[in-house]
């Protein structure tokens, strides 16, 4: 019996440690490959490892919350985004390895094959064809998103719920029995306290699944299945409904929101990911009208998670608020479509007849073909260290003496380097990071702690401030950066209409000015009242990056640890 498992599912198994295999060994021969070199600091294998890595530190501080892990001030303030992922992960780390960055090599080896595993159980639900599945699985998760999955909790670990969620409700409406109704409802209400666009991509595809239901296969009763699992969803929804309010009551809730990234906008946007569901949408019409392709429940799913993706992304034409565009929807969007490409490969291959045996292995050699190449690509780009990885190993030792000598919820005041990596290996806070405006905090002090961060610097002029995105995320967030790029996804669309390409405004100027003539009048006032207000424990000082600082002649500030370059004082 074991045997005939096996036999059954090793494709799938194999696949599944691939996947994880895949996306650990690049770290491995990485670390390895710079010897005495590598002391411990990671590289970013995808952007924002370093911030998911201070939240999760944050959590082992006693702020499972998230107030802010970069500030001390507001570590007691409502968290803006969830935090229930971070959490588990920190927890499960520090249970296993007592480190949340050994623990995330870990997560990096085993999640990758936790979502191959679930994505072939769906596409099985979906087709009940053994081989679609597993050609489906290993196609998205090697050939196209290995990288993608290579981040963790978003969206590595936070895309397992929301496949759970799949899994169970087309099982549920299968077999209409209650238990597998109760699981996916409680599996909906999870996605709650996960990730904000899973939940509402849940609920119209449960909208859109169960409106169709009603008007095409009333007598299936599939639209009660749907009604009962959504009702028990949102009730389980309820706090976090009523958290979000508190949140949304804060005098500056709204400009925390708009430096994530939340912008006005009642023009469409996410282009792929509409045409890529019109092509889906297409192709399934096509099949319907040739009677190939019938219509059942679970055809009809499919259909309504293609659309599903579609209005997600374009939902601000009703609402008019858009949340980081429309990036956030791709991965689920992209998915939806794969399953009902899925379902009409099936539909399909039931009509080939003698030929089936043959387009399955052409399909099956493709698709290894194609994932192998695209997984050895990303891999030969991984074990490349950057340059910032080679400089970042010699701030090795000063984050150990943080760690052994500083208490926890100490704030360094250092360079934006420093302030980035400090807070990802320690228990202290630092006194300004860029990442500290995507949490909730008044607009005002993040440029009052930006202008006194760049109180060393020799100059600060317009074409610094609008050199890169950089320097514009220090002060203004991600907002002026998503209107822009929404203006010029726009702009596609209407020169494929046609139309005269709008106008783009990139950066607020007059604000940038008023910032430099700030940044100009600081200068007369010295570095300890510049300060005065917020907490500071201690500075560093990096001479190699910085000697225009000249630390040593500022009075007040005591030398408590030095090694190479890294200068550690305390006021």
């Not at 963790?152 to 087309?170: D, E, G, M, R, T």
């Not at 429940?297 to 980081?324: D, F, R, Y």
């Not at 950089?470 to 991600?478: D, F, L, P, S």
């Amino acid at each position: 019996m074991m045997s005939d498992f096996y036999q059954r599912y090793l494709g799938v198994i194999l696949v599944a440690v691939l996947a994880g295999a895949f996306t650990l060994a690049p770290q491995l021969i990485l670390y390895r490959s710079l010897g005495d070199q590598y002391a411990g600091i990671r590289q970013e294998m995808n952007p924002d490892e370093g911030y998911y890595m201070t939240r999760q530190h944050d959590v082992l501080d006693g702020y499972p919350t998230l107030g802010n892990p970069y500030l001390y001030e507001h570590k007691d303030e409502p968290g803006l985004q969830v935090w229930i992922p971070d959490a588990l992960l920190a927890w499960g780390s520090d249970l296993l390895f007592g480190d949340v960055h050994d623990g995330q090599m870990f997560w990096d080896l085993v999640l990758p094959g936790v979502i191959v595993v679930l994505t072939y159980i769906v596409a099985m639900l979906y087709t009940r064809e053994h081989l679609i599945s597993i050609v489906l699985s290993g196609f998205a998760s090697i050939g196209l998103y290995l990288e993608v999955y290579n981040r963790s909790p978003s969206p590595q670990f936070n895309f397992i719920f929301y496949l759970v969620f799949l899994a169970l409700f087309l099982q549920a409406v299968i077999t209409r029995k209650r238990t597998w109704m109760i699981a996916a409802a409680f599996s909906l209400g999870a996605l709650f306290y996960v990730y904000t666009y899973y939940w509402t991509y849940a609920f119209v595809l449960l909208g859109l699944s169960g409106a169709g239901a009603f008007v095409c296969l009333r007598s299936e009763r599939i639209h009660a299945v749907i009604a009962k699992i959504s009702g028990i969803g949102l009730v389980l929804g309820i706090p976090y409904f009523l958290t979000l309010r508190e949140t949304a009551s804060l005098p500056y809730y709204q400009e925390s929101l708009a430096r994530v990234g939340m912008i006005t906008t009642y023009s469409p946007s996410g282009i792929f990911i509409v045409f890529s569901g019109a092509a889906v949408l297409l192709l399934m019409g096509v099949l319907w009208h040739m009677r190939i392709l019938a219509l059942t429940p679970l055809s009809l799913i499919a259909v309504s998670g293609v659309l599903s993706g579609v209005i997600a992304t374009n939902h601000h034409l009703v609402t008019g608020l858009n949340l980081e565009f429309s990036t956030h929807y791709h991965w689920i969007s992209m998915y939806a479509d794969f399953f009902a490409v899925a379902v009409c490969v099936q539909a399909l291959l039931r009509r080939v007849g003698s030929w089936r045996d043959f387009l399955e292995q052409a399909i099956l050699s493709f698709i290894i073909a194609f994932s192998i190449a695209s997984a050895l690509q990303t891999m030969q780009r991984q074990i490349v260290p950057s340059p910032e990885l080679i400089a970042s190993q010699r701030y090795a030792p000063v984050l150990t003496w943080l760690n052994e000598y500083t208490n926890k919820d100490d704030v360094v005041y250092t360079d934006q380097m420093l302030s980035n990596i400090i807070p990802a290996y320690t228990h202290n806070n630092v006194f300004f990071s860029s990442a500290a405006g995507l949490y909730i905090m008044p607009q005002r002090e993040m440029r009052s702690r930006f202008l006194a961060a760049h109180y060393f610097d020799t100059e600060l002029t317009r074409d610094r401030m609008t050199d890169g995105l950089a320097m514009e995320r220090q002060v203004y967030g991600n907002y002026y950066i998503e209107v822009s790029a929404h203006t010029r996804s726009l702009n596609k669309l209407r020169r494929v209409l046609g139309l005269e390409p709008l106008p783009i405004e990139r950066y607020p100027e007059a604000d940038i000015q008023l910032l430099i003539e700030e940044w100009g009048a600081q200068k007369s006032r010295s570095f300890m009242q510049v300060l005065a207000g917020y907490r500071v424990d201690y500075v560093i000082w990096d001479r190699a990056a910085h000697p225009e600082w000249d630390i040593d002649t500022i009075p007040g500030l005591r030398k408590v640890f030095e090694s190479g370059d890294i200068v550690v004082y305390t006021p």
